[in-house]
């Protein structure tokens, strides 16, 4: 018989799910920032914005969760020797703020809602459970965490585009490339 072993070979691309979720997550993260600051300077607007609002955050919840887990099990393309090992160590930074910022925004807001006495309506009839009691100092804190946490998501990802760009456009590696498109193998 013979023996079969797991194929531990670093990849070139990242793995299809991956790429997907990553796209998908950022149109929604986009959409959701811009939904948030127009949740803060509308009042006409807010209500429905606020509808979208919930419904996409638990969404985006959901979706980094599984994001996270298939970035802890699938291998990810290494980054090219030729990168400077303060950008790659920076790079591996942002990467895992990332994670933990499209996990926490969406846990704070949920939080700041629930001390607010507010449910989280995702649809008609379908409300999550608070997650925190009712308390009015707790909503004024996770509410200021949120909208901060919410900037620093923004800075975050206006340093990953930027880097992204200067990988496709400047030094032209495959970093880019990497999450861009696949190898065709999958």
């Known amino acids: 018989m013979q023996n079969k072993s797991i194929n531990t070979s670093v990849p070139n691309h990242f793995n299809l799910l991956a790429r997907l979720l990553h796209w998908g997550m950022a149109l929604a993260i986009f959409a959701m920032l811009f939904i948030g600051v127009g949740m803060m300077t509308s009042l006409s607007h807010r209500p429905w914005l ?27 393309p290494p980054l090219p020797k030729s990168i400077p090992q303060w950008q790659a160590t920076a790079a591996h930074v942002s990467h895992w ?29 379908w409300s999550l459970p608070a997650i925190v009691s009712e308390n009015a100092t707790l909503y004024a804190w996770l509410r200021l965490a949120h909208g901060v946490g919410a900037w620093m998501l923004f800075a975050v990802i206006m340093g990953h585009l930027g880097a992204a760009l200067v990988h496709a456009w400047v030094i032209r590696d495959t970093v880019f490339s990497s ?8």
């Open 97 to 125: 703020l990332l994670y933990f910022l499209m996990i926490a925004l969406p846990v704070l807001g949920w939080a700041t809602r629930s001390a607010g006495n507010w449910p989280v309506t995702l649809a008609d009839g």
């Open 179 to 186: 999450m861009a498109h696949g190898d065709g193998t999958e």
């Open 50 to 76: 606020i509808d979208l609002h919930l419904p996409l955050g638990f969404a985006i919840l959901c979706l980094a969760v599984v994001r996270l887990c298939n970035r802890l099990v699938r291998p990810v």
